[in-house]
């Protein structure tokens, strides 16, 4: 559940042996993710295709997942904390950054799409 340029800064951190793997649901985010790692020349750094809900990569594979503004925007939170446990290692951490909305969103705000992604 990485994103964009983050990934890009945490291949940096992760080290030659490392790996980062970014996931996005939208093609246009995953052209513009997969080039500026090219730029960047991030040689360890992937992105792939996938919700948060059901995430493409391998059970046990992460060592920290980090998800930032994501899971507010899953219809099945449920189900996206369970695809971080799914993947991480055993003793993985994860890192969330989000938004807690605590009164009810109108249904016109709901279906205002640009609300959302900005």
């Given at each position: 559940m990485l994103f964009r340029s983050s990934q890009v800064h945490r291949s940096t951190l992760v080290g030659p042996e490392g790996n980062v793997i970014g996931v996005d649901m939208t093609p246009e985010t995953l052209a513009k993710a997969t080039a500026g790692a090219a730029e960047a020349g991030a040689t360890n750094v992937e992105f792939r295709e996938g919700l948060a809900e059901k995430l493409s990569v391998d059970d046990g594979w992460a060592d920290m997942v980090i998800s930032?503004?994501?899971?507010n925007?899953?219809?099945d939170k449920q189900a996206a904390f369970r695809e971080i446990y799914r993947v991480l290692k055993?003793?993985?951490k994860m890192q969330i950054g989000d938004i807690i909305v605590q009164t009810a969103v109108p249904p016109a705000a709901k279906e205002d799409i640009d609300l959302w992604t900005g």
């Open positions: 930032n503004g994501v899971i925007l899953c219809p055993p003793g993985g």
